[in-house]
C-alpha cells in the first residue's frame, strides 16, 4: 500500500526558504519518477520538480534556480529545497511517484504560504 506523508510547509516571507520532506512506502525508488507537484487555490495542480530513478532532474519553469530535489533511496525519502520564495509560491504541496499520480492517489500535502 503506497502512503505519502508531507511535511515542513510554513509560513515564510518573499525571499525566504524552506525545505519540505516527502516519507513514501509502498514506492520503489528504483523504477519510479518521483515528483513534487503544488496546487494552488483555483488552480489545477502542476508538477513542480521531478528526480528520475538514476537521478536526473527536472523543473517547471516558474521555479527553475530556486528549488531543488533530491531523494533519499534508502530512507525511501524525497526532498525539495525552496529558496528566493515569491507569493506565487503559495500553494499546497505534494510529493508523489508519477505512475501513482497518473492513477489518482495523493498525501495530504504541506501548505507553504508566502506573505510578508
Known amino acids: 500500500q503506497v502512503q505519502l506523508v508531507e511535511s515542513g510547509g510554513d509560513l515564510v516571507q518573499p525571499g525566504g526558504s524552506l525545505r519540505l520532506s516527502c516519507v513514501t512506502s509502498?514506492?520503489?525508488?528504483?523504477?519510479?519518477?518521483m515528483g513534487w507537484y503544488r496546487q494552488a487555490s483555483g488552480n489545477q495542480r502542476e508538477l513542480v520538480a521531478a528526480?528520475?530513478?538514476?537521478?536526473?532532474?527536472n523543473y517547471a519553469d516558474s521555479v527553475k534556480g530556486r528549488f531543488t530535489i533530491s531523494k533519499d533511496n534508502a530512507k525511501n525519502t524525497v526532498l525539495l529545497q525552496m529558496s528566493v520564495l515569491k507569493p506565487e509560491d503559495t500553494a499546497v504541496y505534494y510529493c508523489n511517484a508519477v505512475a501513482v499520480a497518473a492513477r489518482g492517489y495523493w498525501g495530504q500535502g504541506t501548505q507553504v504560504t508566502v506573505s510578508s
Open positions: 528526480i528520475t530513478s538514476d537521478g536526473n532532474t
Open positions: 509502498g514506492i520503489n525508488f528504483r523504477f519510479n519518477i
